[in-house]
């Protein structure tokens, strides 16, 4: 009998040798607006074997407009962001704290997540056979960018005012008990995500890193693994001095941009973690041959593949190519494909 795509997602995670690389393809509302025939046809051709719940709850999450359209877009803590562009997302312009000491403690937390309805997720998630993703991510870093500022964030990071600890800690427990009452649905694995690197770097050391962050971290990740889930991580840009870390605390599978790393300084982790994607969006998808796209497919599976390891997972946004796109999922199929 064939493997259900839960049983894929679990077997590459645990590098037992599966039938072929599980898919999923990320696709921004660009591709909507400008390939909806091929979008399409790519979902349906290529159907994905990890999906994300909905966030069923019994009050609303207090977000306002949609993150994508132009103009604005409120976040559920109350970040405004502007959007000049239809199909991303945008920016916050006026942080909500100039003042640690005055304004943080008037930050509102969405409390609304803890009414998540767990009996409908459950209902959702018997509904298919997918592996399921949890419908809330946490993501430390950038939401004290969103409040903060990111070039003021970044000036506090280094001195570290008490306040913004004090903040900090509160944001924490925050995410760790929403996770809580996420890790005890039928979900599959947990979610969250920070970006971390820039095109060639971190963005703050990798000591700092570790002193402030990998802490949060670890104690997602224990959630997860206590409830019996996988814990899974998206962080774009250059970030492989992490991953002896995110190793060390058992992550199962990050989803980064391997190609400005470079596949050769990411082979050591193979068959120690899960790398969830992806093809080159900046340059393969956007500007290479159907051709290029298989050879570069073909360098993931030489480098990164044990017998699992690998998810077949690409992001359609803005300057891919709809054939490039197709290519990332048929040359994993026939790679892997038993």
Wanted: proline share 7%; glycine share 6%.
């Amino acid at each position: 009998m064939a493997s259900t795509s839960r049983e894929l997602v679990w077997q590459t995670l645990r590098f037992e040798n599966p039938s072929r690389a599980p898919r999923q393809l990320w696709h921004l509302p660009w591709a909507e607006i400008h390939y909806p025939r091929e979008l399409k046809i790519i979902q349906e051709q290529h159907p994905p074997d990890i999906l994300t719940a909905p966030g069923f709850h019994r009050a609303p999450v207090p977000s306002r407009g949609c993150s994508t359209s132009k103009g604005t877009y409120v976040d559920e803590f109350g970040c405004e962001f502007i959007n000049i562009q239809e199909g991303v997302i945008g920016e916050v312009k006026r942080p909500q704290i100039t003042d640690w000491h005055r304004d943080a403690p008037l930050v509102r937390f969405p409390v609304e997540h803890f009414t998540l309805d767990q009996t409908k997720i459950n209902a959702w998630c018997a509904q298919n056979d997918a592996f399921i993703l949890a419908g809330f991510c946490p993501r430390p870093f950038e939401q004290l960018q969103f409040l903060r500022g990111t070039a003021d964030l970044y000036t506090d990071l280094m001195t570290r005012p008490a306040p913004m600890l004090s903040f900090m800690r509160e944001l924490h427990v925050f995410y760790c008990q929403v996770l809580e009452c996420w890790a005890q649905t039928d979900v599959d694995a947990l979610f969250f995500m920070d970006d971390w690197g820039s095109q060639s770097s971190l963005l703050i050391s990798p000591e700092l890193w570790r002193l402030l962050f990998k802490p949060l971290y670890r104690d997602y990740i224990e959630i997860a693994h206590g409830a019996g889930k996988a814990a899974f991580m998206h962080s774009d840009g250059h970030t492989l001095a992490l991953f002896p870390d995110l190793v060390e605390l058992g992550l199962d599978a990050v989803n980064s941009q391997l190609f400005c790393m470079g596949l050769e300084n990411l082979a050591p982790f193979s068959g120690k973690i899960t790398f969830w994607g992806e093809i080159d969006r900046q340059h393969i998808l956007a500007e290479a041959s159907p051709e290029g796209v298989r050879n570069a497919v073909q360098r993931v599976y030489t480098h990164l593949w044990k017998k699992g390891g690998c998810i077949a997972q690409c992001e359609f946004g803005p300057g891919a190519r709809p054939d490039n796109v197709e290519t990332v999922f048929s040359a994993w199929n026939a790679l892997t494909t038993g």
